[in-house]
C-alpha cells in the first residue's frame, strides 16, 4: 500500500477555507484516496473518497492532479466542530480491505 | 441506520481477568473489523473478519481472540492482558466482497480499555 504523508497539524479561524495536502508518490493504479474525520474518544467517521479530478459532497471537496501523486482535502468556511484529526488513505480497490491509518493532521479552529 | 454499537463503553480489568468486547451492526455488513487505537495514535488493524471467517490477524497476541457469532456480532475476548494493552478498541464493518470499490467503514465509538 502506498504510503502517505500529511502536516501533522493545521491551525485555522472559524468561516475560513482549510486545505490539507496529503502526498502518495507510490499511489498504484487500483488505489483510491480516501480521508477519514475522528474526534477525541469516537471512530474515525469516512468523509469523502476520489480516484481522480475533483469529488464534492456535502461535507468537502477532494482535488486530485492527473499524477495522482498528492491530493487536497478542502473543508469550506470551517468551524469549532470542525476540530478533527483528519486521515488521508490510500485504499485498495478491493472490498473488505483494511484501512492502514498514517499519522493524521490535527487540525485545530479557533474562533 | 449506519451505527456501529459496541459495549462496553469504558473497561477496567486486571492483568489476570477474563473479559470481552461486544460490537454489533445491523447494516447487513459482511465484513467487520477491530482495531486499536493508543493516545495520540492513528488506529491499528488487528482483525478482520469476511462473510464470519478471520480473514486478516494482524500477528496480534493471542490473549486477543476475536469472534464473529453470526453476521451482526463480533467479540473480543482478553485474557491475561498487559498493561500497554490499555487503549481504545475500535469496530468497524463495511458491506465487504460484495461491496465493490467504495466500501467505506463505519465505526462504532469504541470501548476504553484500562488495564491494571
Known amino acids: 500500500l502506498a504510503k502517505t504523508t500529511q502536516p501533522i497539524s493545521m491551525d485555522s479561524y472559524e468561516g475560513q477555507e482549510v486545505n490539507i495536502t496529503c502526498s502518495h508518490n507510490?499511489?498504484?493504479?487500483?488505489?483510491?484516496i480516501t480521508w477519514y474525520q475522528q474526534f477525541p474518544s469516537q471512530g474515525p467517521r469516512f468523509i469523502i473518497q476520489?480516484?481522480?479530478t475533483k469529488v464534492t459532497n456535502e461535507v468537502a471537496s477532494l482535488f486530485i492532479p492527473a499524477d495522482r501523486k498528492s491530493s487536497t482535502l478542502s473543508l469550506p468556511r470551517v468551524s469549532l466542530s470542525d476540530t478533527a484529526v483528519y486521515y488521508c488513505l490510500v485504499v485498495l480497490n478491493q472490498a473488505g480491505t483494511a484501512l492502514i491509518f498514517g499519522k493524521g493532521t490535527t487540525l485545530s479552529v479557533s474562533s | 441506520d449506519t451505527e456501529v454499537t459496541q459495549t462496553p463503553k469504558h473497561l477496567v480489568m486486571g492483568m489476570t481477568n477474563k473479559k470481552s468486547l461486544k460490537c454489533e451492526q445491523h447494516?447487513?455488513?459482511?465484513?467487520m473489523y477491530w482495531y486499536k487505537q493508543k493516545a495520540k495514535k492513528p488506529p491499528e488493524l488487528m482483525f478482520v473478519y469476511s462473510y464470519e471467517k478471520l480473514s486478516i490477524n494482524e500477528s496480534v497476541p493471542s490473549r486477543f481472540s476475536p469472534e464473529c457469532p453470526n453476521s451482526s456480532l463480533l467479540n473480543l475476548h482478553l485474557h491475561a492482558l498487559q498493561p500497554e494493552d490499555s487503549a481504545l478498541y475500535l469496530c468497524a464493518s463495511s458491506q465487504g466482497p460484495s461491496g465493490g470499490a467504495t466500501d467505506t467503514q463505519y465505526f462504532g465509538p469504541g470501548t476504553r480499555l484500562t488495564v491494571l
Open positions: 507510490n499511489i498504484a493504479t487500483n488505489d483510491y
Open positions: 476520489g480516484y481522480k
Open positions: 447494516m447487513g455488513h459482511r465484513a
